[in-house]
């Protein structure tokens, strides 16, 4: 569904109506904005604004597959089913999709094309796993498969910002550090020079002092830009050069490439078994797995292998010498591929490349903490000794004196 807006003549009594109105088309909306006996004078399409305070969080979208699999295994109708969980959630946006879904199902439309009415809640695997399970009559083992494989992916992505957290507190106190030090203790050792005219302040420290002084002056500027370069760093990634840069440098920077490749890995076997495991067709499941995989450098390799297996290679054949899959992806796919169970051999690789993006990001942890304290002592070091060298230079100058 999507938002339009409109002017329209009301028949009635002349008046100008300027409204909203949700529906599947601007000709669906033309033609519901004429059953309330209005002459459309003009339509056009609404983006929907983001609203980033009313996100579906993953715990609540797995919570909801979780009941609404139970209930339908217990026997309950759908729109029963549905009506339940919306009274069970906690999430205020969720219970509204879910009011609005119920409505589309009783309706006719299935729970799959329901559910794609809300990508913001929904994304594509989501919405193409529940419409394999309604086609398969599996709908509750697969919304099980589903919270399991959510579950999953919010896991390791969770473990990975659990991992980043203290460089990042490291990095802020480094920044707090120098900050303070360049405009609060700095400049009174200037102060303190100002009493000694045949002193002179020693190279680096006068180089601190012009910094300081910039700062100090020129605040707003400064200010101005950090925000420049965030914000324009945020925009160019999300360009198409950008992303192409930014991914090549998560599969090349080492140790950072290893980790990284080890997440696509794992996300790609993960998502692959269970989109199999719930019916759907194999080129189906490649092209919703590289839209999942949140990497465009593999989702090419992804597309380069649908256009192989489409002219006649099996899947393990694909990919097998794409330098962007790691050895281990093709040889259980071809275990699969070779017994008919293809499915559990991608979850044994899911299984395998979690536990190692465990270890991974254990050891990515055990290497930088070490580093950063270390450039957090340097750069202390350089710091105090650009204020205490100055004072121990006035007090051998008093002492030959």
Do not use: C
């Not at 991914?247 to 490439?257: A, E, G, I, R």
């Not at 710091?383 to 100058?397: D, H, N």
């Amino acid at each position: 569904m999507a938002n339009f807006s409109f002017e329209a003549r009301n028949t009635l009594d002349g008046s100008l109506v300027k409204s909203t109105v949700e529906a599947d088309s601007e000709k669906s909306a033309a033609q519901l904005i004429q059953s309330r006996g209005l002459v459309v004078l003009s339509i056009k399409g609404v983006e929907a604004k983001k609203n980033y305070f009313n996100k579906i969080k993953t715990k609540d979208r797995v919570l909801f597959a979780r009941q609404l699999s139970t209930l339908i295994n217990a026997g309950l109708p759908l729109v029963k089913s549905l009506q339940m969980v919306e009274k069970q959630t906690d999430s205020k946006p969720l219970k509204v999709i879910l009011s609005k879904v119920q409505a589309s199902v009783e309706s006719g439309k299935s729970l799959g094309d329901s559910l794609k009415d809300y990508p913001e809640a929904f994304n594509n695997i989501f919405v193409k796993m529940v419409a394999a399970g309604e086609i398969s009559g599996t709908l509750d083992k697969t919304l099980e498969r589903l919270a399991f494989q959510q579950e999953k992916d919010a896991e390791i992505i969770s473990k990975i910002r659990g991992a980043m957290t203290y460089p990042g507190i490291i990095v802020v106190v480094m920044i707090a550090l120098v900050g303070f030090m360049l405009t609060s203790v700095l400049p009174q050792v200037q102060t303190l020079y100002a009493g000694f005219p045949n002193a002179h302040l020693p190279g680096p420290t006068l180089l601190l002092l012009s910094i300081s002084h910039l700062v100090k002056t020129f605040w707003w500027a400064t200010l101005l830009i950090v925000i420049a370069i965030f914000f324009g760093s945020r925009a160019w990634v999300r360009t198409e050069n950008g992303k192409i840069f930014f991914d090549k440098l998560k599969l090349s920077v080492k140790p950072f490439n290893r980790l990284f490749k080890k997440l696509y890995m794992a996300r790609f076997s993960r998502t692959g078994s269970t989109l199999i495991s719930s019916g759907v067709p194999l080129i189906q499941m490649l092209e919703v797995t590289s839209e999942a995989i949140s990497n465009v450098i593999i989702e090419k390799s992804i597309q380069n292998a649908i256009k192989l297996v489409r002219g006649g290679k099996s899947l393990s054949q694909a990919i097998e010498n794409d330098k962007n899959f790691l050895d281990l992806v093709p040889n259980m796919i071809r275990i699969g591929e070779e017994s008919g169970t293809l499915d559990a051999m991608m979850g044994k690789a899911a299984d395998y490349y979690e536990k190692e993006l465990e270890d991974e990001i254990k050891n990515i942890s055990t290497l930088i903490e070490p580093l950063l304290m270390i450039l957090l002592g340097v750069v202390a070091l350089v710091i105090v000794a650009a204020v205490l060298g100055p004072i121990y230079g006035l007090a051998g100058q008093n002492i030959g004196g």
